[in-house]
């Protein structure tokens, strides 16, 4: 088990086009929230998994944001049309069913240009 | 509204000396609370947590104390290391009633620099 995975590590992306994110937690955890972090600020909540069903959503999440987690195991973000304000660090956070901790990845960087 | 503040930007220590930093909250709710530490391109670290239940929770070099009626806690690093220089993030949690996330509220974090 290596811990939270995260792919890509980096992406640049032009202003309109639609990009997305892979995040696999650590095997065993059935908790999987995505989280956004801008220059200068703590990260923020987006969204939340409990195994396949997503039960949480942040206001930060706007229709342009989709996230899925088809079979309780790996899980997707997809920003569509993005815009410059887009730009930041993502990151995806995984959490076992006895423990109240979250467990974070390295982060997908998205720049859009 | 931000409900946990790091009111410190930045701190500097000497190496061997006791780093603490401070964190705050507004929101009564909270029942768990925690640190992470983070290098800069890298996702956060977890580092040590505290259940609203206790005032206190060490972990090696790493103490956390909670004082609930001040809604405020800290982290103290002793002795501190270059190897701590980091930003350090707070964060607070509850358990949902329904849909029982844990979701956490960071504050901007603390960047801790230890001098050697």
Redesign the interface.
Known sequence: DTG?S?DPRHKITKRGQNVTFRCDPISEHN?L?W?RQTL??????LT?F?NEAQ??KSRLLSDRFSAERPKGSFSTLEIQRTEQGDSAMY?C?S?GPLN????????T?LTVV | DQQ?KQNSPSLSVQEGRISILNCDYTNSMFD?F?W?KKYP??????LI?ISSIKDKNEDGRFTVFLNKSAKHLSLHIVPSQPGDSAVY?C?A?F??S????????????TKLSVIP
């Open positions: 939270v995260q908790r929230y989280y200068g600020q703590g990260p923020e909540f939340y409990q039960l949480e990151l956070a959490g109240t901790e979250a467990f974070f990845g390295q982060g960087r | 946990v768990y925690l992470y391109a890298e996702g956060p670290t977890f947590s993030f964060a949690s358990k949902d329904g849909a029982g996330s844990y979701q956490l509220t960071f504050g901007k974090g």
